[in-house]
């Protein structure tokens, strides 16, 4: 019994603190640095509702098993699996697990008890779906996080169009098309993280939350994980790393201010550069599908002013879309399936792409959106 909990691919655990309990969500395939799978997902969607109606729990702790990763996002192989068994579509795993997820990850943004996210290690794709939902996420030293779904013809999806739209000047855009790597004064300085916290500290963390008495006032629980994580906080802002975006929030913001998507690209395209940062964005951007780059520019567009539900009935609206033509199973295939790292894409430049295929994947799919009732 034991061991098979403890080889289960989410586990689930309520630790009684000083009033009522915490529950701990470990996400647990470090062979696949957490990335989530159906299983988990529905694992995840489960339980957060039982909790939600226990009211023994006071609040929720997440984190990733091993010190590698919270989660590295999907699994992309299943996903291309469906893809390519269906070519057209409907590609029945990928387009449940896009509904499930989503629905998961408006679960967490609307969770009306703290979550608190370890977002420690790789957080990427889905996996920070998972922390920007979270109602205290926390990062460290060692977070990494990005968004390099333009790389395999996917799309910032999991919220990201809600996330990536508020965060300040251009930067979400700017992420969102190159892919860039960030950390952890990045998160806080774009607002998808809210505290650093040395990653030495965490079993400190566990220790302030259990110290709580939570009840069964949700406001004051969220004050009283406000109070534990604090002075843990102060303790730790001599270990934050320096930050990418906002040193170069100038430069980001000129090259992300074009006629447009198409004269954005030039711009980025044409970094030349010492600056590390910057010249991997720009080759993110470089050997990514340009399909994709309108897409993810048209999406972030079209929802820049929409309400968090309409966020994820377009993202799902557009990932069934996206699954279903074959530049994402190519992006897919070269990066991760053969590794050659030699995507032949649809296009080579952006300019190429006729308007019709673009609207093409802003089209329902379906007659009833699967995420209508959120």
Known sequence: MEERLMTAPVLFDEVAAAGGKLGRITLNVESTLNSLTLEMVDLLQSKLDAW???????????????????????????????????????????ETFFAREYRMNYTLHTYPKPIVCWGHGIVMGGGLGVMAGCGHRIVTERTRIAMPEVTIALFPDVGGSWFLNHMPGSAGLFLALTGASINAADAIY???????????????????LLAQSFDDDVNKNHARVRHALRPLSEASEGAKPEGQVEPHMATINQLCDGDDIHSIIDNIMAI????????????????????????????????????LREVFQAEIQLATNVIRYPEFAEGVRALLIDKDRNPQWSYSSSRDIPESILNGFFNAPWHQNPLADL
């Open 52 to 94: 939600r109606n226990d009211d023994s729990i006071g609040a929720i702790f997440v984190e990733g098993a091993g010190e590698k990763a919270l989660c590295a996002g999907g699994d992309v192989q299943a996903l291309h699996a469906s893809a390519v068994e269906t070519p057209g579509g409907p590609c029945d795993y990928a």
């Open 190 to 208: 774009t607002g998808i993280a809210d505290r650093f916290i040395a990653s030495e500290h965490k079993s400190s963390v566990i220790d302030a």
């Open 272 to 307: 030349d550069t010492d600056d590390k940062w910057l010249a991997k964005a720009r080759d993110g951007l470089a050997h990514g599908s340009k399909l994709a780059a309108l897409w993810i520019h048209r999406q972030m567009t079209e929802t820049r002013h929409a309400s």
